[in-house]
């Protein structure tokens, strides 16, 4: 009996663990500002550098994650506040859009020092940037909700605590991926060295397009 309930808890902890890391790995590999400021950090410092920054993302992750899967049960998402979120965060894309566009056309190249920022303060840089990333708000309430509702995770005797482990895991592994992905692409003569520092803002400007297109489409389905 007793190894029966042992087999059990691990099970559960174990399957915390999978279901956490699946979800933030999957989350994490679509090619955000989070993945582009890394991969700007990891190619002007040092996996050192990159580390701090990927430590100070994953706390901010960590608090929302754990906080939306309290409160998940007692908040319910009104779709005004989705909205205003998405467009926060298209509003978000396009001012970075602008500000990179800025400084690629600056004779002093102010990206590189903005880069060279980051490469000195990748832990702060990282907690602000996570901190600004609010999609991820109605991202993990939705995911919450319908994880707990559907029983996939346990929450109880404090196992909630192993299903943001395995988030946390995933998006680290997730964000490593896309980033080393990248830098493998320019290795190989796929992308040009200078192609960041020149068209990174074409990048944000797309994703911003496509939150826009997002936006519109969400409107449209709920008149």
Same mark, same amino acid.
């Given at each position: 009996?007793?190894? #029966?309930?042992?087999? =059990?808890?691990?099970? *559960?902890?174990?399957?915390?663990?999978?279901?956490? $890391?699946?979800?933030?790995?999957?989350?994490?590999?679509?090619?955000?500002?989070? %993945?582009?400021?890394?991969?700007?950090?990891?190619?002007?410092?040092?996996?050192?550098?990159?580390?701090? =920054?990927?430590?100070?993302?994953?706390?901010? !992750?960590?608090?929302?994650?754990?906080?939306?899967?309290?409160?998940? &049960?007692?908040?319910?998402?009104?779709?005004? @506040?989705?909205?205003?979120?998405?467009?926060?965060?298209?509003?978000?894309?396009?001012?970075?859009?602008?500000?990179?566009?800025?400084?690629?056309?600056? !004779?002093?190249?102010?990206?590189? *020092?903005?880069?060279?920022?980051? +490469?000195? &303060?990748?832990?702060?840089?990282?907690?602000?940037?996570?901190?600004?990333?609010?999609? #991820?708000?109605?991202? @993990?309430? &939705?995911?919450?909700?319908?994880?707990?509702?559907?029983?996939?995770?346990?929450? !109880?005797?404090? %196992? !909630?605590? $192993?299903?943001?482990?395995?988030?946390?895991?995933?998006? =680290?592994?997730?964000?490593?991926?896309?980033? $080393?992905?990248? #830098?493998?692409? *320019? %290795? *190989?003569?796929?992308?040009?060295?200078?192609? $960041? &520092?020149? =068209?990174? @803002?074409?990048?944000?400007?797309?994703?911003?397009?496509? #939150?826009?297109?997002?936006?519109?489409?969400?409107?449209?389905? +709920?008149?």
């Amino acid at each position: 009996m007793f190894k #029966q309930n042992r087999c =059990y808890l691990i099970l *559960k902890i174990f399957k915390n663990i999978l279901v956490g $890391f699946a979800i933030s790995f999957i989350g994490s590999i679509p090619l955000g500002y989070l %993945n582009l400021i890394g991969y700007q950090i990891y190619s002007t410092s040092n996996i050192n550098q990159l580390n701090l =920054y990927l430590f100070g993302v994953l706390i901010i !992750e960590a608090i929302v994650i754990y906080a939306t899967l309290k409160f998940s &049960s007692k908040i319910s998402m009104n779709p005004k @506040w989705k909205n205003y979120i998405s467009v926060f965060s298209f509003i978000f894309l396009l001012g970075i859009a602008i500000l990179t566009y800025n400084s690629t056309s600056n !004779e002093s190249n102010a990206l590189d *020092k903005y880069n060279a920022y980051l +490469s000195y &303060s990748a832990f702060i840089s990282g907690i602000i940037l996570s901190c600004i990333n609010v999609a #991820q708000v109605p991202f @993990w309430m &939705s995911w919450n909700l319908y994880l707990t509702n559907e029983k996939y995770i346990i929450v !109880e005797d404090k %196992n !909630e605590w $192993f299903y943001v482990l395995g988030t946390i895991i995933g998006t =680290y592994c997730g964000m490593l991926a896309i980033i $080393f992905s990248i #830098q493998a692409a *320019k %290795n *190989k003569d796929i992308i040009s060295p200078d192609f $960041f &520092s020149k =068209y990174i @803002w074409v990048i944000f400007l797309v994703l911003a397009i496509f #939150q826009l297109f997002q936006i519109i489409r969400n409107n449209m389905k +709920s008149k």
